[in-house]
């Protein structure tokens, strides 16, 4: 059997940035080839690869991804917890998924399936390719921290570019240029005033100003600049965008990449239940049947320099994958 905090303290142990993930999926595969599962791999880009692991035809596949954000993080483990990079979002989860699936696999369960996706953080690349894997089942558990609650409802995001040319002078002679960070400035200004969609279960909408760039030098009248925002949907980007456009105002270039699309999941009796504000490839996963979400962790610590889970939380996360799937292959 897996035990799953022996398994987090392994991979967290093998650096898996998105676009880097060649190691740590070489590992798992590995690891599940050498327990009895068939272990496909599915191209994405250059060197790098979905996992698809089953044992006979999937009824249910437990899913998440390993890839994870910079910087890494030294690992470092007390009594109580196992700190480190990829820790709940999402190898505390892989390892957790992996522990429920070997526990089922020897209770003779083999309907199930372990999709283990790259590019989750850096636009889902991954999850999108593995729309045309198959054996498809009738159910999917999307892995991610939720403090162990089945997931409800999650917003969405949009992604905005901002791109303002001025004309450089010299500072000394302000009248001579057009100053670029100028002009964004006051754009961002505007764009933060837009009033955003508000849903009643997933809240209001959120517009992040998350990096700023442009200008020569100190003493250079700024030719360029640029802003990069992100929006945290929770319905039609629609308004969003025209709002943003009109705010924007003339002389800026607005760029809109989408990211993923606001998503729901079902309930079910019993289950505690709760709504986040961050987004995930469950939203890409609809053609694997119907979705649910929930994983050990919190994602108040994921991406920061103190992300950490519990053992605790790993081995309940375990129990409750195995519940989880027990009660959605009865019906």
């Known amino acids: 059997m897996t035990d799953p ?7 967290l142990a093998i650096p898996s940035p998105s676009g880097r993930e060649q190691a740590v999926t070489a590992f798992l595969a590995d690891y599940l080839s050498g327990r009895g599962w068939r272990v496909g791999l599915q ?3 250059e060197g790098r690869h979905n996992l698809y692991a089953h044992r006979g035809n999937p009824v249910l596949v437990f899913s998440t991804h390993v890839d994870t954000v910079p910087p890494e993080l030294s690992v470092r483990e007390t009594e ?8 709940c979002d999402a190898k505390g989860i892989v390892a957790a998924m992996i522990a429920a699936a070997e526990e089922l696999v020897a209770a003779g369960e083999t309907r199930i399936g ?8 850096d636009g889902s690349d991954g999850a999108q390719a593995a729309a045309s894997l198959t054996p498809k089942g009738r159910f999917l558990i999307n892995g991610e921290p939720t403090e162990n609650r089945l997931v409800t409802a999650q917003k969405g995001t949009l992604k905005v570019v901002l791109d303002v040319r001025g004309r450089a002078a010299h500072s000394g002679y302000p009248e001579l240029g057009d100053s670029a960070i100028d002009r964004l400035l006051d754009a961002l200004e505007r764009i933060r005033a837009v009033p955003l969609p508000v849903d009643p279960t997933l809240g209001p909408s959120t517009l992040n100003i998350g990096r700023i760039s442009g200008g020569e030098a100190p003493n250079v009248i700024a030719p360029r600049a640029q802003a990069e925002l992100l929006v945290r949907l929770v319905g039609s980007d629609d308004a969003t965008r025209t709002a943003i456009l009109a705010a924007a105002g003339a002389g ?3 760029t809109f990449v989408p ?5 729901v999941a079902p309930t079910l009796p019993g289950w505690p239940s709760t709504t986040v504000a961050f987004a995930s490839d469950m939203a890409i996963h609809q053609s694997w049947g119907t979705c649910y979400q929930l994983g050990p962790g919190t994602i108040h610590v994921a991406h920061t320099a103190d992300e950490m889970i519990t053992k605790a939380e790993l081995r309940e996360g375990a129990k409750l994958y195995v519940k989880l799937a027990r009660e959605l292959l009865s019906f």
Do not use: Y
């Open 5 to 11: 905090v022996e398994l987090t303290r392994a991979l």
């Open 43 to 45: 191209p994405v880009s």
């Open 80 to 87: 109580l917890a196992i700190h480190g990079r990829g820790a």
């Open 114 to 121: 372990l999709l283990f996706v790259v590019g989750e953080e």
């Open 252 to 254: 800026v270039t607005v």
């Open 259 to 263: 990211g993923l699309p606001p998503a």
